[in-house]
């Protein structure tokens, strides 16, 4: 077991033994919070990550001491700013992580997103999630929760249609000829990405072959609002909060989008991929 791991655990145990020192089951909590009994669980169990938010809410339901209060914060601060190993984490579920995302996009009004090597998340259809989550639970050992998952990843999309939240994403060219699934699948996918990007609250750019980039493509990255970055590597996933470097990656995001191609001219791009395919699945 890792440290991140054992530290997730010591809280989860500090959470539930302040609910039963009020007498409180984990429905009765729930309904306090306005939050569904498994993310209780979830949290107890440390199979989700408490975030600062989650345990304020949760230290001012059970009327806990305020250095208590405090203590807990700096525990869910410490884990969310640690580097988070894959392997172990995924040992926690498939499902689990999905749901530490919705919770985080959850608080999130302005999302700036860009991915090198995948389709975006939030944009995936069902099936090439399900494909996606295969190829996870292959390289991580993680446990067989790819319905479960992948029920989790399109929930999370009922975001989209939020229009208080703005989107931008922006991916090179070569993720949407990445094969990731079967080519009708990939079809699928594009007609999905030209079906959002329509949408008011939403920008998806595609940067094409025959630009110059501004730097190299190297790890995806989400900016959170102006407070977060998320950036991911395939053994780590880095949580940045200091200013310099959400700086440092607004600017790189900017820099992205003066290359990318946007709505009508984006779109065309992703209906020329699309016509390829249909080549490729007549052969």
Not at 56 to 68: D, G, K
Not at 183 to 191: A, E, F
Not at 211 to 223: K, M, Q, R
Not at 226 to 251: C, H, N, Q
């Amino acid at each position: 077991m890792t440290s991140f791991q054992q530290a997730r655990i010591d809280l989860g145990a500090q959470l539930r033994h302040l609910r039963e020192a009020v007498h409180l089951s984990g429905k009765d909590l729930a309904e306090r919070l306005g939050w569904q009994p498994s993310k209780v669980s979830r949290l107890e169990n440390a199979r989700q990550t408490a975030t600062e938010d989650d345990v304020v809410v949760w230290a001012t339901a059970v009327q806990a001491a305020p250095e208590v209060t405090d203590q807990l914060i700096g525990q869910a601060i410490s884990l969310l700013e640690r580097h988070d190993d894959w392997k172990q984490r995924h040992r926690s579920g498939l499902a689990a992580i999905q749901e530490d995302i919705r919770d985080l996009e959850a608080r999130t009004h302005l999302f700036r997103v860009f991915e090198p090597g995948i389709v975006v998340g939030l944009l995936q259809t069902t099936e090439y999630a399900r494909h996606v989550f295969r190829k996870v639970k292959r390289l991580y050992s993680a446990p067989d929760q790819i319905d479960a998952a992948v029920r989790v990843r399109m929930q999370r999309q009922e975001i989209l249609y939020d229009p208080t939240r703005t989107f931008r994403f922006v991916v090179p060219e070569a993720v949407l000829h990445t094969r990731l699934a079967p080519i009708d699948v990939m079809r699928g996918q594009l007609d999905r990405l030209l079906a959002v990007s329509t949408l008011p609250n939403v920008e998806f750019g595609v940067i094409p072959y025959t630009a110059e980039l501004p730097s190299s493509p190297i790890n995806g990255f989400w900016i959170y609002n102006e407070a977060m970055v998320g950036v991911a590597t395939m053994t780590k996933d880095l949580v940045l909060r200091d200013p310099d470097d959400i700086a440092f990656y607004v600017s790189a995001f900017d820099e992205y989008c003066k290359v990318a191609h946007f709505d009508e001219s984006g779109r065309a791009l992703i209906i020329r991929i699309l016509h390829e395919y249909g080549k490729q699945s007549s052969l």
